[in-house]
T-cell receptor
């Protein structure tokens, strides 16, 4: 089973709101990722957690705050977003293969609209 | 300079033919390569991974890797209309924990 779940599927929020995106996987993967994807563009990496520790932050603005409460859960806290932050937010997880490579499996995404 | 290059397409292929998708990358030390399929409005789906030079086959899909030429390709045999999607090439960097994606190739299979 390669299922990653994300909630909510859709989110509309104002620029002064605080909201959170949630991601969950039960595959025993120890790396989890947040990506942002704009229309007709590839996914753009935001954060990587490895063994529940933040290992990569791609210079993401502080209005995006990630959290990894345990090895199965990943949150993305949103505050004071801008309309240009409207996008599909994707969560992914992976586990090193015997060759040391990471096959990443994506969740269905949260479609975020900032008004 | 982009690290992963793909033709954006659209690539139009008749049903039943072979679709050929190509990708080049700039990081010579990369060791892991992936192809994702993304339907409109959906998330990327991993369809192939390849780590060694040569061909890797899975059903109608064949991935080809040539590290000397820094080239990865995906062949889809007996193309079906359901194969119409955007195909993303991804290369593992920074110890393969980070994926760098190409811009994607939009493929249309014409019945």
């Amino acid at each position: 089973d390669t299922e990653v779940t994300q909630t909510p599927k859709h989110l509309v929020m104002g620029m002064t709101n605080k909201k959170s995106l949630k991601c969950e996987q039960h595959m025993g993967h120890r790396a989890m990722y947040w990506y942002k994807q704009k229309a007709k563009k590839p996914p753009e990496l935001m954060f990587v957690y490895s063994y529940e520790k933040l290992s990569i932050n791609e210079s993401v603005p502080s209005r995006f705050s990630p959290e990894c409460p345990n090895s199965s859960l990943l949150n993305l806290h949103l505050h004071a977003l801008q309309p240009e932050d409207s996008a599909l937010y994707l969560c992914a997880s992976s586990h090193p293969t015997s060759g040391g490579s990471y096959e990443q499996y994506f969740g269905p995404g949260t479609r975020l609209t900032v008004t | 300079q982009k690290e992963v290059e793909q033709n954006s397409g659209p690539l139009s292929v008749p049903e039943g033919a072979i679709a050929s998708l190509n990708c080049t990358y700039s990081d010579r030390v990369s060791q892991s390569f992936f192809w994702y399929r993304q339907y409109s409005g959906k998330s990327p789906e991993l369809i192939m991974s390849i780590y060694s030079n040569g061909d890797k086959e899975d059903g109608r899909f064949t991935a080809q890797l040539n590290k000397a030429s820094q080239y990865v390709s995906l062949l889809i045999r007996d193309s079906q209309p359901s194969d119409s999607a955007t195909y993303l090439c991804a290369v593992g960097v920074q110890g393969a924990q980070k994926l760098v994606f190409g811009q994607g190739t939009r493929l249309t299979i014409n019945p």
